[in-house]
């Protein structure tokens, strides 16, 4: 049996996907994936990374996620450290796993986002 992740959701607010385009597309460099016509009247987004995706699902009774998180590994660690900390996003220094440089984030939403460095 193979087994392999396709997908992760995090839960976003309604009516905030202009807003996240701005944070998973134009700062994380994600690439937006159109979303199927039967699933688009629910609202959300659909993200590229490589062959995973990351769906950003609509939950009305919203609650970010504070503790539970994606991990993001990225060539350009400085890079998109600086993109963040330009657009006004908090960066987190995190050095707790030895020989491990990542930084947490959070999209305008409050959900936790880690970078790792490749």
């Not at 990374?49 to 350009?76: I, M, N, T, Y």
């Not at 984030?105 to 986002?113: A, K, L, M, Q, S």
């Amino acid at each position: 049996m193979s087994l392999r992740i396709d997908h992760v959701q995090i839960a976003i607010p309604p009516d905030v996907e202009e807003r996240a385009d701005r944070f998973y597309v134009d700062l994380l460099g994600l690439t937006r994936v159109e979303k199927p016509s039967s699933l688009a009247r629910r609202g959300g987004r659909w993200y590229a990374c490589g062959e995973l995706q990351v769906h950003l699902g609509v939950d009305a009774q919203f609650v970010p996620s504070a503790k539970a998180h994606v991990a993001f590994r990225v060539s350009d660690y400085e890079g998109l450290e600086r993109r963040l900390r330009e657009a006004a996003a908090l960066v987190q220094h995190d050095d707790e796993i030895p020989d491990v440089q990542r930084f947490y984030t959070w999209d305008p939403f409050g959900n936790r986002i880690e970078i790792v460095r490749d």
